[in-house]
C-alpha cells in the first residue's frame, strides 16, 4: 500500500481494507516484460521493484540518478522505462566502490549491451554528489545508512542531501528505502546493524529543504524487531524496510 502524506477530508467515510496500492503504470509493466531484465522478474516477487519505482514516480524521458545501484535490478528497469528520451546515472561513492567491486564493472559492461546505453556510471567522492544535468529523480535502496560508517569516512547524511537538492530540477524527487532501527536509536546502528532510525532519515532530509511527500509500506515486515543484523540469516532479505519520497519546492 502507498500512503500519501496528505489527511483525507473530512467526513470522507471509507471501508477498513479498502486502500490499495494504485495500478503499476503501462510503461513499467511494459518495461517489468523486457526480455533483456531476465531474472529481475524474479527479484521484483520480493523486492517489489515494480511499485517501487512506481512509487518514486519514474516515467519516459525522464533523467534518474540511482546512489550505490549494487546488482542493478532498479537500474535495469529504470532503464527501460526512462527510454532513448531518458538517462539513468549510476554512481557509487569511491569508498563505497572500493568495497563493492566488481559492481560498478560490471554495470559498465551492462551500458555496453543493446538497449542500455542509456545508463551511464560515475564514481564520485563520498563527500560530494553530482549529475552533468538536472535530474528528475534521485534513488537510493539500502545505502542511505552507509554514509555516517567508517569505511565512507563517516559523512553526515546531511551533506548528501544537499547535494541531492542542488541537483534535482524543482519539484524532483528524492526517494530513500533502508533497514528501520528501532525508533529513537537515530544513527547508532548504522555500522553495527545496518539500520538507521527512519525519523533521523526525514528530519536530516526535510533540514535540506526538501517536502515529505509520502512513503510506501510494500516492504514493511512487522514480525521484525529492529535487534538484528540485516545480515543474520533469521532475517536477510525479510527485514522491516521504509520508503520515503521527499520532493524538491518548485520555488
Known amino acids: ?72 535490478h532498479f537500474t535495469r528497469v529504470f532503464s527501460k522505462v526512462v527510454g532513448p528520451s531518458g538517462h539513468v546515472y549510476a554512481v557509487w561513492p569511491k569508498p563505497y566502490d ?61 551533506v548528501l542531501d544537499k547535494d541531492v537538492y542542488a541537483a534535482l530540477k524543482p519539484g524532483g524527487l528524492y526517494v530513500i528505502i533502508d533497514h528501520v532501527a528501532q525508533a529513537g536509536s537515530g544513527m547508532r546502528d548504522t555500522d553495527t546493524l545496518h539500520r538507521i532510525d527512519p525519523a533521523i532519515v526525514r528530519k536530516q532530509v526535510e533540514a535540506a529543504g526538501f517536502v515529505f511527500d509520502g512513503e510506501s509500506d510494500v ?13 543474520d540469516k533469521a532475517i536477510r532479505g525479510h527485514t522491516d524496510q521504509f520508503a520515503y519520497r521527499f520532493r524538491k519546492p518548485l520555488h
Do not use: C, W
Open 1 to 72: 500500500m502507498i500512503r500519501k502524506s496528505v489527511v483525507l477530508a473530512a467526513g470522507l467515510a471509507v471501508a477498513a481494507g479498502a486502500f490499495a496500492a494504485p495500478p503499476i503504470p503501462a510503461y513499467i509493466q511494459k518495461a517489468m516484460a523486457d526480455p533483456a531484465l531476465g531474472a529481475d522478474a524474479q527479484v521484483d516477487a520480493t523486492r517489489h521493484i515494480a511499485e517501487l519505482v512506481a512509487f518514486a514516480q519514474v516515467k519516459p524521458g525522464d533523467k534518474v540518478l540511482e546512489l550505490i545501484p549494487g546488482a542493478g
Open 98 to 158: 572500493d568495497e563493492s567491486h566488481p559492481d560498478s564493472d560490471r554495470m559498465r559492461q551492462l551500458t555496453k549491451q543493446p538497449g542500455f546505453g542509456n545508463i551511464s556510471v560515475a564514481i564520485q567522492p563520498a563527500t560530494h554528489l553530482s549529475a552533468p544535468e538536472s535530474l528528475d529523480v534521485v534513488f537510493t535502496s539500502q545505502n542511505y545508512h552507509d554514509y555516517p560508517d567508517k569505511f565512507m569516512g563517516r559523512v553526515d547524511p546531511s
Open 219 to 231: 516492504l514493511r515486515n512487522p514480525a521484525d524487531k529492529h535487534v538484528l543484523t540485516v545480515f
